[in-house]
């Protein structure tokens, strides 16, 4: 199994800037994408970033010029550094990762279980 834990969220005010982490743990081989999603309240969850194995990495329109992804493979951590915030970025954030726990073996979906960042005006 593996497990994804988040850090980092918290209340700020708009204008100012949060850093998430999320640690992968537990039988991991390889891991392909990493990606932040968020769910607002009442709303369908969206993808807000990804970065794949090769450091390609992907944006919401909303958030370009704003949130940067990074990870590192040798800590397993996938990191996303909010600026410039707005009360619509408030959400709860989830961590995922696709991970291969072993050789020759499909990719598997792991999620972490979310954490508020709630940004006030």
């Known amino acids: 199994q593996v497990q994804l834990v988040e850090s980092g969220g918290g209340l700020v005010q708009a204008g100012e800037s949060l850093r998430l982490s999320c640690v992968a743990s537990?039988?991991?081989?390889?891991?392909?994408?990493m990606a932040w999603y968020r769910q607002a309240q009442g709303m369908q969850r969206e993808l807000v970033a990804s970065?794949?194995?090769?450091?390609?990495?992907n944006y919401l329109d909303s958030v370009k010029g704003r949130f940067t992804i990074s990870r590192d493979d040798a800590k397993n951590t996938v990191s996303l550094q909010m600026n410039s915030l707005k009360p619509e970025d408030t959400a709860v954030y989830y961590c995922?990762?696709?991970?291969?726990?072993?050789?020759?073996?499909?990719?598997?979906?792991?999620w972490g279980e979310g954490i508020l960042v709630t940004v006030s005006s």
């Open positions: 995922k990762a696709d991970v291969q726990s072993a050789p020759n073996t499909a990719l598997m979906a792991y």
């Open positions: 537990g039988r991991i081989f390889r891991i392909s994408a």
């Open positions: 970065v794949f194995s090769g450091g390609n990495a």
